[in-house]
């Protein structure tokens, strides 16, 4: 930005960020309700073209409010795109759900390792060159989505918007798996926090960040759909939650266990930086297997539990309790990681991220014991909530 102080960059930075953030996670429920209302298509391609003027924006503006109003525009395209696509994956999948947001993660880590090491390589381009850039490339997945994405029927809806909101808070059973399943959001954003902090503490070198990315987007786009497939096999979907999530609170043990005994190198070599980073690589493989594990299964169940006339709605509703709850345990990890320092006590962090992965692993397991993850139910609840809204 312009006229900005070097010191005070990084501030507006995280300002802008912030700004992001909050715009889209204050409108998931919100995107997510239009997918149902108006249809998932219209919102995907909408999402997308919000993203084409959001990027043009940035790239125009280097004052603060316009770049915030690029921010904004930024966060609401995601929280119109991500629960419709999610919904219309949902719809386009029949039985076959989990698979399908298994294939749909392969290409999200395909992403996620493409993204960073584009981002680097651009480091030194002039960044309103890089959002004409990326406005382009969605100006393009735009048209190529009004071209190809077929359009499916919107189902009629039996209640009113505040009406369908109203039966999604007394669906107990759907809020219970939210606040368990909230854990894997938690802990998903770890991958980009705590994990590479401790590579970069331990190795002393900035480029070890970088493993971390590449390991979990291997590991991702090699096992995902087999451990899928795998888990289908052998498990029910509310187990495959269950044991998937306590797998990413335990894949924090071996960091747990080490960061005490290992000190910030003075002169890192190679081989105190490859012993060094082995209990984080190693906690980033079990963490990307519990994530294979949760993540297309969760995605299953969400509106089952909650109402697949409505998926929008719910899938919106998880995002946006997942948000708040991620942004509580990062607040509590990251005062955890001041507090602590370079003590003996670095361990308490770590312990922090491995009892919420234990806590919603626990959450999905006593849910599904209580047969509360099946379809059974859900016509009865449904019916029941619709004779309420009409007598109101």
Sequence with gaps: MRGVPGRAAPLLAELVLGVRNLSQQGMFLLGGTAADR???????????????????????????????AAAVLTGLAGAL?????????????????????????????????????????????????IAWVAGIAFAILTVAQIIVLPGRDLQSQQHSVLGSWRVLINNRRFLAFTLALSAYFALYNQLYLMLPLEAQRVSGLSESVAAVFVVSTVVGIAGQVRITQWCRRRWSAGRSVSLG????????????????????????????????????????????????????FAMELLPIVGSERLAGTY??????????????????????????????????????????????????????????????????????????????
């Design 81 to 129: 795109f991500n629960p419709a696509v999610r919904t219309y994956l949902m719809h386009e999948a029949g039985d076959r759900r989990a698979e399908a947001f298994a294939v749909f993660n392969v290409f999200a880590h395909a992403g996620t390792l493409v993204g960073p090491l584009l981002g680097a390589a651009l480091l030194t381009v002039d960044f309103r060159v």
């Design 245 to 296: 999530l306590m797998c990413m609170g335990v894949s924090f043990l071996p960091v747990l266990l080490s960061s005490p005994l290992l000190a910030a190198p003075a002169e890192p070599g190679w081989t105190g930086v490859v012993l060094g980073c082995l209990p984080v690589l190693l906690a980033t493989v079990l963490f990307t297997v519990g994530m294979a594990v949760t993540n297309p």
């Design 315 to 392: 899938y919106g509703f998880y995002y946006l309790v997942s948000s708040l709850v991620a942004a509580g345990v990062s607040w509590l990890v990251g005062a955890l990681l001041d507090a602590t320092g370079d003590s003996p006590m670095r361990w308490a962090p770590w312990l922090a991220l491995l009892a919420v992965g234990l806590a919603g692993g626990a959450g999905a397991a006593v849910l599904e014991r209580r047969g509360l993850l099946d379809r059974a139910g859900e016509s009865a609840r449904d019916s029941t909530m619709t004779g309420k809204e009409n007598r109101r």
């Design 38 to 68: 108006l249809g998932c298509r219209p919102m995907i391609i909408t999402g997308c073209a919000l993203r084409v003027v959001s990027f043009g924006l940035f790239a125009v503006f280097t004052s603060l409010p316009g770049l915030c």
